[in-house]
């Protein structure tokens, strides 16, 4: 593969590099065996499990919160041992019990003469109402405190996430929430290359931002790249893209910038979504091998793209999403490496939704989307960043999952619980594109060294939006370049047609 990007200077201008790894300690669990995948298992496992791995951390951080509460109120170890009017804290999973949340039971009941009704684009509504289970039991939690932690705006509370609540019981076996803990935010996980041996925590390297520009290394996140679409402008701008990141377009500073780009990452709905179609009503004849059921226009346009791109020595990372054929439960497995061509693609890593990876010396966590589209069902909120925030200091990605989000039933594990913090935090097809620097003395949480500091990184469509994220690998600065076409007239003339 080419090394090099020409241009009319006195020396070829050549591609930055950085170490990749795929860090398989934690993106392992995210795996599923076909050989011993079962779909038997009850989901309850995957609460209990979820309780036992974070109820330790929320119990020590809740300690430390209320070591100097006066009376000094004790852990209840279970939560129907609370008493009334003793000042106590409990943990335990929550359960949002909420009117507006569809119900199996209740679409099974129905009259199947009447239509179902449109889905909704929230559950959240004024009737909602916040309980704590475990093992034991479940107990209603009320009072202002609880009502402003599930209104305010950045709050809320959604199921399946473990909570310690201060206060104590009411007359009417209710329990009156003084404050709340949660397991705040973990320690940021760095490679074992830019680590200590043996552990997960880094040395603590400090951010230099005085790095002259020549010298930053770049990724370059994209999500909703929907190759092979029937709206012309989208496959415009994937042609742009791939053209600017080859150092074929633009001036001399735009190809300088394209070669600091050491790696490219592709955050879900890479293909685009199926069409119905005429020929869709037509019976399916499984029988016949000449003719294919589906297009393979948006594979190979994919394919082509991806080919352009690794023969500019510029590597990938492929994450599925939503729309790509990889499951409709996550963790999505990884798309075949044959649909674009097998071993001829070197460079090309396909990878689980979500996914954990290692560019240089800096973690990345991605994420389909999926998990913040369905919290933001759950809360009054918009800020989607927010929400992604607010999954670090729970220390849980899908805490809505299994209640309303797809998963595969585990048995005797929930990988989507977050032990390490990544110092990339990538969530692909959101609405529009949002960032934020969270941890350390970015917004006063533990800490004030650079170690602490996590990347947020909403992307939205770049079909619709022609937007590409940049990431430094050096300092977690974020920059945004965007590719636009003018309108297709021909597609204009159709339509009027």
């Not at 209603?140 to 305010?152: A, F, K, N, P, T």
């Not at 803990?181 to 390297?205: I, M, T, W």
């Not at 990538?426 to 350390?440: C, D, I, K, R």
Request: with cysteine; charged share 25%.
């Amino acid at each position: 593969m080419a090394s090099e990007i020409a241009y009319s200077g006195e020396a070829p201008l050549r591609r930055a590099t950085a170490d990749y790894t795929s860090l398989p300690e934690l993106s392992a669990p995210f795996l599923l065996d076909p050989a011993t995948r079962s779909y038997k298992h009850q989901y309850s496992n995957i609460y209990f499990v979820r309780l036992v791995e974070l109820r330790p951390v929320v119990e020590a951080n809740a300690a430390r919160k209320w070591k100097d509460v006066r009376g000094q109120p004790p852990l209840l170890p279970r939560i129907l041992n609370v008493q009334r009017s003793q000042l106590c804290y409990i943990v335990g999973t929550v359960y949002m019990e909420m009117p507006l949340k569809p119900n199996v039971l209740e679409d099974m009941a129905r009259d199947h003469w009447i239509a179902p009704p449109a889905p909704r684009p929230k559950f959240f509504s004024a009737q909602d109402a916040v309980h704590l289970e475990d093992e034991s039991g479940r107990v209603r939690l009320v009072g202002d405190v609880i009502r402003r932690e599930r209104d305010r705006e950045g709050g809320g509370l959604v199921t399946g996430v473990i909570m310690a609540a201060l206060g104590l019981e009411t007359g009417a076996g209710d329990f009156e929430v003084i404050d709340l803990c949660f397991a705040g935010l973990s320690d940021v996980y760095h490679p074992q290359s830019s680590a200590e041996p043996g552990n997960g925590k880094g040395k603590g390297r400090d951010m230099d931002m005085d790095l002259k520009e020549e010298d930053k290394t770049w990724v370059a996140l994209v999500s909703g790249l929907s190759a092979g679409s029937n709206d012309t402008p989208a496959d415009m701008k994937s042609q742009l893209l791939v053209e600017w990141l080859m150092g074929e377009s633009g001036g001399l500073q735009e190809k300088v910038d394209a070669s600091r780009i050491a790696r490219l990452i592709l955050a879900g709905n890479s293909l685009t979504a199926p069409v119905k179609g005429l020929d869709d009503r037509k019976p399916k004849r499984f029988t016949n091998p000449t003719k294919p059921l589906f297009q393979s226009h948006p594979t190979s346009t994919l394919s082509n793209l991806l080919a352009d791109v690794l023969g500019a020595s510029l590597p990938v990372t492929l994450v599925p999403g939503p729309h790509d054929p990889a499951g409709a439960t996550l963790p999505q497995q990884p798309l075949p490496k044959i649909m674009f061509g097998g071993s001829k693609m070197r460079g090309l890593e396909c990878g689980t939704n979500p996914l954990w990876t290692s560019v240089g010396d800096r973690s990345f966590f991605m994420s389909g989307g999926q998990t913040i589209d369905d919290i933001f069902k759950y809360l009054p909120s918009t800020s989607r960043l927010a929400m992604a925030r607010r999954t670090l200091e729970w220390q849980h990605i899908a805490p809505t999952a299994p209640d309303t989000l797809w998963i595969y039933p585990f048995s005797d594990a929930d990988p989507f619980v977050i032990r390490h913090r990544p110092d990339v935090y990538v969530v692909g097809n959101q609405p529009e594109f949002e960032t934020a620097l969270v941890g350390g003395d970015a917004d006063g949480q533990r800490g004030d060294t650079h170690t602490d500091k996590t990347r947020i990184v909403m992307l939205p469509s770049f079909a619709e939006t022609g937007l590409v994220a940049l990431v430094c690998l050096e300092t977690l600065e974020c920059r945004t370049i965007n590719f636009e076409v003018p309108a297709w007239i021909g597609d204009e003339d159709v339509k009027m047609e």
